[in-house]
C-alpha cells in the first residue's frame, strides 16, 4: 500500500519517507532552530491526547469504590501506587510529593499515550489529512501530518525544559535564593573563591546536559522506531512491483508484527525512564552541597 500510494503520487520511496517526516507548519524553518515556525500537527495531537489522558485519571477516579475494584479502577490504582513508590523513593519531602507525584503520574500518561500513536498505521491519519486537504480546495500532495509528537523534538525538549524551570523552582524553594546561589558557587570543588569560576561553570554544564539529554533521549528513540514503521511499511507495498513480492509480503507482515510488539516495550519504558528521570532532577533539586 504504501508503495503504490508513493507511486501513484509520483514519489520515491526516499520521498515518500521525507512526506511522512515532515510536519505541518506555519512556515518553512529558516535555520535548524527557528522558533517563529510552529508544528501545528504535533501541538493538536499533543493537546488532544493531554485532554484524553485526564479524561481517563478523572473517570478512574469518580469510579472507584471501596468494594472489590473492575479492571480499570486495578489497572489504575497499580499506575497510581507506582508512581506514588517510585516518588517516595527519590523525592522525600512530604510536602514536594504532593505536586511532584501527581506530577510525575501525569508525565507518564502523557506521554505513554504519545508514544503510542506510533502503533497506528502510518498512512492512515496522514491519508485522510490528504482527503480532508484536497476536499478543501489544496493540493493534497501537500498535505502532511506528522501524528507521533514525541518524534518531535520541539515537543520533547519542551518537556525538558519544562522539567529544568521546575527544578529551578525548587533548588529556589528549598535552599532559598541566597543558599542556592551559594551553592552554584561552591559545588562540586569547595568554597574557595579562585573554585568559583570553575564550580560555577560546572553547575551550569550539569543543568544545560540534563535538560538535553532528557529531551534528546526521548525524541531519539521514537524518530527511530517512526522511521522503522514506514521503511516496514514500504516492504510491504513493494511486494506488487518486485519478482521477489510473496517474500516481501510475507517479510512485511512478520517485521511488522515483530517491531509492533518490541515497540509496546519501547513506548512503555521511554515513559517511564523520562518520569523517572523527572523525579530524579527534582530529587536533586532538594539536595544541599
Not at 520515491?12 to 535548524?32: D, N, R, V
Not at 491519519?125 to 501530518?145: E, R, S, V
Request: charge should be negative; charged fraction near 10%; proline fraction near 3%.
Amino acid at each position: 500500500m504504501a508503495a503504490e500510494n508513493a507511486a501513484e503520487q509520483g514519489q520515491s520511496a526516499g520521498e515518500y519517507i521525507i512526506h511522512h517526516l515532515t510536519h505541518y507548519q506555519s512556515a518553512k524553518p529558516g535555520s535548524i532552530a527557528d522558533f517563529t515556525v510552529f508544528n501545528f500537527d504535533s501541538i493538536f495531537f499533543s493537546i488532544l491526547l493531554g485532554v484524553i489522558g485526564c479524561w481517563l485519571l478523572w473517570l478512574g477516579a469518580r469510579k472507584a469504590t471501596s468494594g472489590v475494584p473492575g479492571r480499570f479502577q486495578a489497572a489504575v490504582e497499580v499506575l497510581v501506587e507506582m508512581v506514588d513508590q517510585q516518588a517516595k523513593g527519590i523525592v522525600h519531602n512530604a510536602t514536594s510529593r504532593k505536586f511532584v507525584a501527581p506530577l510525575a503520574l501525569t508525565v507518564f500518561v502523557w506521554i505513554f499515550m504519545l508514544n503510542a500513536m506510533d502503533l497506528l498505521p502510518v498512512d492512515l491519519l496522514p491519508a485522510l489529512w490528504a482527503k480532508f486537504y484536497g476536499a478543501a480546495g489544496h493540493d493534497p500532495h501537500h498535505a502532511y501530518l506528522r501524528v507521533v509528537p514525541t518524534a518531535d523534538l520541539s515537543v520533547t525538549m519542551g518537556l525538558s525544559v519544562a522539567v529544568l524551570l521546575i527544578c529551578l523552582f525548587y533548588n529556589v524553594k528549598i535552599k532559598g535564593l541566597g543558599g542556592w546561589i551559594h551553592e552554584l558557587f561552591t559545588a562540586p570543588f569547595g568554597n574557595h573563591w579562585a573554585l568559583y569560576p570553575f564550580n560555577f561553570a560546572m553547575q551550569i554544564i550539569e543543568f544545560v546536559a540534563k535538560t538535553i539529554s532528557h529531551g534528546m533521549r526521548l525524541f531519539g528513540n521514537m524518530y527511530a522506531g517512526e522511521l522503522i514503521f514506514l521503511l516496514i511499511a514500504l516492504m510491504g507495498g513493494a511486494w506488487s512491483l518486485s519478482g521477489t513480492g510473496i517474500l516481501l509480503a510475507i517479510g512485511h507482515i512478520i517485521a511488522g508484527t515483530i517491531w509492533s510488539i518490541f515497540h509496546i516495550l519501547i513506548i512503555t519504558l521511554q515513559a517511564f525512564v523520562f518520569m523517572m528521570l523527572t523525579l530524579v532532577y527534582i530529587g536533586q533539586a532538594h539536595d544541599h552541597h
